[in-house]
């Protein structure tokens, strides 16, 4: 501000120096025109009086021509310095536009500096919601991974505890059956096979929860995985446990994912299982593995052409300990699809199911976008 000030000093002083000048000019050149009027009366006084002096009156005129070229040039002069006090006003007026501009820029640069101010008050207080922000994520884990762990110990816990005297119950009602059989009437015998199936049925749901819970807390390894592969060996093995069964599988070459490994088996063989178990009143049934997109993504699928379900049901298919069909039908505990959808989620991705009742099902599933491999 303070060299703006000084401008506008310089200029007014400069702006009084053109003035004066102008004005000392104007005065001179009026003093010539009077001089000029004074001198003409005098010359034709002079010529008057020397009539007969034609050498003097002729150098008199050349003298007079001499004055008038003189008075030319000052008015040449004069006009030259007209043009100049207006060259030099209009350079002036230049600069005061480009003070105005410069003023104008001044504010816009300060109006600026004062929303950076504002943005980086408002940049702090954020950084700071989430600095705390992080802080509570953080105690959160924390108290959230020593629940696990205390979990994890009272899991093991409570499956040694249930173990035990659950083979044991296994353990003596086998041995009623066998050594007092001849004791034992058929109602006695169907009560202790119940006590037996039981017994092992809850061995089963222990294993199936122990499952679950390492499935779904451990770490995840990513890798290249083909999955096409996975499923050639899944359907193998389910072959090998019942060859007397024709089913045809139907696989698409060429699958893959970037996935973990033992994790996306574990899916594959829980819905590979399942559609194994739910054809399996069929004399000829058809498996088929593939993918296709949906809504932009890559999403793979098993399909079936078993026992199906009630879509007015879905929504209880992945729930833990869930089921749409009786355990005489169909055995199960009704872990597998809840284990499925766990590890699905932890690739960050989903999973669903289509069907209809005797027409089959459709289970898909989809990984993170940054999980998968090449779309088909």
Not at 87 to 105: H, Q
Not at 167 to 189: E, P, V
Request: charged share 30%.
């Amino acid at each position: 501000m303070t060299s703006g000030r000084q401008a506008t000093q310089a200029q007014r002083q400069s702006t009084t120096v053109l003035e004066d000048y102008t004005k000392a000019m104007l005065n001179i050149l009026e003093d010539f025109v009077e001089e000029k009027t004074r001198m003409e009366e005098t010359q034709r006084a002079i010529l008057n009086m020397l009539e007969d002096l034609g050498e003097e009156k002729a150098h008199f005129e050349e003298t007079q021509r001499a004055i008038l070229n003189i008075l030319d040039d000052f008015t040449g002069e004069k006009e030259r310095s007209e043009q100049t006090q207006r060259a030099i006003l209009n350079i002036l007026d230049d600069f005061t536009g480009e003070k105005e501009r410069l003023e104008e820029s001044q504010r816009a640069m300060l109006n600026i500096l004062e929303d950076f101010d504002v943005e980086r008050a408002k940049t702090e207080a954020a950084n700071e919601g989430l600095r705390k922000a992080f802080d509570s994520l953080r105690r959160a884990k924390e108290v959230a991974d020593a629940a696990n762990r205390e979990l994890e110990a009272f899991s093991y816990s409570v499956s040694h505890d249930l173990r035990s005297p659950l083979r044991a119950i296994d353990g003596f009602s086998k041995t009623l059956l066998n050594g007092y059989q001849n004791l034992l009437d058929d109602r006695g015998k169907d009560y202790l096979q119940r006590v037996r199936a039981a017994t092992q049925r809850m061995a089963q749901l222990i294993d199936d929860l122990l499952k679950l819970s390492r499935l779904t807390r451990g770490g995840i390894t990513i890798t290249e995985v083909d999955l096409s592969g996975l499923v050639r060996d899944v359907a193998a093995e389910l072959q090998k446990s019942q060859p007397e069964r024709r089913v045809s599988f139907r696989i698409e070459e060429g699958l893959s994912a970037v996935c973990d490994a033992h994790l996306l088996k574990v899916v594959l063989e829980n819905l590979l299982g399942n559609a194994w178990k739910f054809t399996g009143y069929k004399g000829e049934a058809t498996i088929e593995f593939a993918a296709t997109r949906v809504d932009g993504e890559v999403a793979y699928f098993v399909r079936d052409d078993g026992a199906g379900f009630d879509m007015a049901y879905s929504d209880k298919l992945f729930a833990t300990f869930q089921r749409l069909h009786l355990d005489r039908e169909f055995p199960g505990t009704g872990i597998g699809l809840s284990l499925v959808q766990r590890i699905i989620l932890r690739h960050g991705g989903k999973v669903w199911a289509e069907g209809a009742v005797g027409q089959g099902a459709t289970f898909y599933f989809t990984l993170n976008p940054d999980c998968q491999g090449e779309a088909p």
